[in-house]
């Protein structure tokens, strides 16, 4: 939900971990064998996907990706590569559409990491990130 302010909000620097930012693409992933979810996540999906309406109108309200490339704040993503929640690929496809338009994005990706990551794992890469972030500032 953080990443649907960043289009919105002018943040010195926002850290996006394990995000969804595609909804329907995940939506569709998560009706897989591939991408499981549990059922009453799947469940709970389901209902705000009808109290929207429709998957479309679910997705628009959703997903950051569409929205790209209007973001405001520097932004650091942070994924794990074995996630088996949300697709790792959500991040890198974020990460290349703002580094299209030039706007400032990192992004790191571990290499053991699920889609619960440990701030022990990024805390270096975040603390980097923010003093340069916050410097410009």
């Not at 996907?49 to 932004?75: C, E, Q």
């Amino acid at each position: 939900m953080a990443a649907m302010i960043a289009d919105k909000e002018e943040l010195a620097a926002m850290i996006l971990v394990s995000g969804v930012y595609d909804f329907q693409d995940m939506y569709n992933k998560w009706h897989t064998s591939d991408w499981q979810l549990a059922p009453d996540m799947l469940s709970y999906i389901e209902k705000s996907v009808v109290v929207d309406g429709d998957l479309k109108t679910a997705a628009n309200y959703r997903s950051a990706l569409s929205n790209a490339n209007h973001f405001k704040t520097p932004i650091l993503l942070i994924v794990g590569k074995k996630d088996r929640i949300v697709d790792n690929a959500q991040s890198v496809l974020l990460a290349r559409v703002l580094q299209s338009h030039a706007h400032a994005c990192e992004l790191v990706v571990d290499p053991e990491g699920g889609h619960m990551i440990s701030a022990e794992d990024w805390v270096k890469s975040a603390t980097t990130f923010l003093r340069k972030s916050l410097k410009k500032q």
